[in-house]
């Protein structure tokens, strides 16, 4: 069975631009959550989507925004980058019935210059 | 407000002796518990996880004991190998809240020949 994947791996984007992750499940996982890793702050949770819902929401500001599609593929949005939205971002698929596994993908490297 | 912490930001073991790395967390509410592996530029890799209703998960050379009294929680990796030299999180969930998981700041394990 096919892991989870990103794309793009890698990506740089200037200030006040805006970009879109997108993040491809494991076959039969409903929910896809997202994170972001930064060295100050770990791994702090973004959103999680299931069933093309919005399930659960972290503490990040209004720029950053998901969604999901019928076929459980989900993207994230980040509008108005800031510096400080330079980051790993990884996405993690589960079944969306028991959370003991969470699988996640490569990540993405953002770089805002 | 960190609710999962763990201490130790490395560890260095010699191979084929064991690697304990250790978890603590503040929320008595929390349901399921995960060990995850992280290589650099990678996502992290799920290696075991435990309920709360539970106090002891084996997977091979993985043990994950959980005290709930103590609020504590840690990961045996027995014999060590120079293949588990990675940064090990552990992260902790809420079935009422989905895919949301908060994580520990993670420790640096190096197993030396």
């Known amino acids: 069975k096919a892991g989870v994947t990103q794309t793009p791996r890698y990506l740089i984007k200037t200030r006040g631009q805006q970009v879109t992750l997108s993040c491809s499940p494991i076959?039969?996982?409903?929910?896809v959550s997202w994170y972001q890793q930064t060295p100050g702050q770990g791994l702090q949770f973004l959103f999680e989507?299931?069933?093309?819902?919005?399930?659960n929401k972290g503490n990040f500001p209004g720029r950053f925004s998901g969604r999901q599609f019928s076929n459980s593929r989900s993207e994230m949005n980040v509008s108005t980058l800031e510096l400080g939205d330079s980051a790993l971002y990884l996405c993690?698929?589960?079944?969306?019935?028991?959370?003991?596994?969470?699988?996640f993908g490569p990540g993405t490297r953002l770089t805002v210059t | 407000d960190q609710q999962v912490k763990q201490n130790s930001p490395s560890l260095s073991v010699q191979e084929g002796r064991i690697s304990i790395l250790n978890c603590d967390y503040t929320?008595?509410?929390?349901?399921?518990f995960l060990w995850y592996k992280k290589y650099p530029a990678e996502g992290p890799t799920f290696l075991i996880s435990?309920?709360?209703?539970?106090d002891k998960n084996e997977d091979g050379r993985f043990t994950v004991f959980l005290n709930k009294s103590a609020k504590h929680l840690s990961l045996h990796i027995v014999p060590s190998q120079p293949g588990d030299s990675a940064v090990y999180f552990c992260?902790?969930?809420?079935?009422?809240?989905?895919?949301?998981?908060?994580f520990g700041q993670g420790t640096e394990l190096s197993v030396k020949p």
């Open positions: 993690a698929s589960s079944l969306g019935v028991s959370y003991y596994e969470q699988y």
């Open positions: 076959s039969g996982h409903r929910s």
């Open positions: 435990i309920s709360s209703i539970k």
């Open positions: 989507y299931f069933s093309e819902t919005q399930r």
């Open positions: 929320n008595s509410m929390f349901d399921y």
């Open positions: 992260a902790a969930g809420r079935d009422n809240q989905g895919g949301k998981l908060i």
